[in-house]
T-cell receptor, first 119, second 113 residues
C-alpha cells in the first residue's frame, strides 16, 4: 500500500515553456503533499507543502509564481514550472502523507521523481 | 533549529563487509526517525523507522536504534551486497505546526563485488 505515482518520469523541453508534473496517491488519500527539488549528489530541498483545497506553503527562497502548486483533490497535486529556464533543470520529487498519518508522525511516501531538463 | 547530520560519503565497501552510516540529529520535542534509500534515477523509499527512544527499526538486514541519550540513529548492516549500492538519507519528522520531514545530506554507498 501507500503508492505515490509521479508523472512524467523525464521531460526535456525548450527554454520558455511551462512544464506540469503530476503526483498521485494511488491507494490512499493524501491530505498533505510535499514537493522537493534535488540537485546532483545533494539532499532534498523542500520547496513547498500543500494541503488539499488550500494554497501551498512555500519555503523561503522558492518563487511561488515560478513554481505553481495545485492540490485540488485528495489524490492529486501538480507542480507547474512556468517559463522554465536551464537553471530550473533538476530532479523534482513529490511526497504524500495521509490524513491519518499527518497526526501520528509517520513516514512520507515518495514518488519516483521527475528529471526535468531545459534546453 | 531541527537538523540531521550524517557522515559524508561516498562509502566504498566490498561485498559482505559490515556497514555503518552515522547519523545524529537535533530536534525540539520528540521526533520520529527514518532511513530512506534512493537507488539511481529513482525517488526515495522508506527503509526503516523508529518512533520513540530505544526503538529499533529493521528491514532487509539493515537496522538502526533510536538513541535519545546520544541523539543518534546509526544505520548498520552486517553483510552488504552489490545491490545495496545507493544513497541513504537519514531523516527526522517533527511537529512544527504541521509535520515536516528534515533530511540529512545523504551518504552514497558503493559495494564492490
Amino acid at each position: 500500500g501507500a503508492v505515490v505515482s509521479q508523472h512524467p518520469s523525464r521531460v526535456i523541453c525548450k527554454s520558455g515553456t511551462s512544464v506540469k508534473i503530476e503526483c498521485r496517491s494511488l491507494d490512499f488519500q493524501a491530505t498533505t503533499m510535499f514537493w522537493y527539488r534535488q540537485f546532483p549528489k545533494k539532499s532534498l530541498m523542500l520547496m513547498a507543502t500543500s494541503n488539499e483545497g488550500s494554497k501551498a506553503t512555500y519555503e523561503q527562497g522558492v518563487e511561488k509564481d515560478k513554481f505553481l502548486i495545485n492540490h485540488a483533490s485528495l489524490t492529486l497535486s501538480t507542480l507547474t514550472v512556468t517559463s522554465a529556464h536551464p537553471e530550473d533543470s533538476s530532479f523534482y520529487i513529490c511526497s504524500a502523507r495521509s490524513d491519518r498519518d499527518a497526526y501520528s508522525n509517520q513516514p512520507q511516501h515518495f514518488g519516483d521523481g521527475t528529471r526535468l531538463s531545459i534546453l | 533549529g531541527d537538523s540531521v547530520t550524517q557522515m559524508e560519503g561516498p562509502v566504498t565497501l566490498s561485498e559482505e563487509a559490515f556497514l555503518t552510516i552515522n547519523c545524529t540529529y537535533t530536534a525540539t520535542g520528540y521526533p520520529s526517525l527514518f532511513w530512506y534509500v534512493q537507488y539511481p534515477g529513482e525517488g526515495l523509499q522508506l527503509l526503516l523507522k523508529a518512533t520513540k527512544a530505544d526503538d529499533k527499526g529493521s528491514n532487509k538486514g539493515f537496522e538502526a536504534t533510536y538513541r535519545k541519550e546520544t541523539t543518534s540513529f546509526h544505520l548498520e548492516k552486517g553483510s552488504v551486497q552489490v545491490s545495496d549500492s545507493a544513497v541513504y538519507f537519514c531523516a527526522l519528522s517533527v511537529n512544527t505546526g504541521g509535520f515536516k520531514t528534515i533530511f540529512g545530506a545523504g551518504t552514497r554507498l558503493f559495494v564492490k563485488a
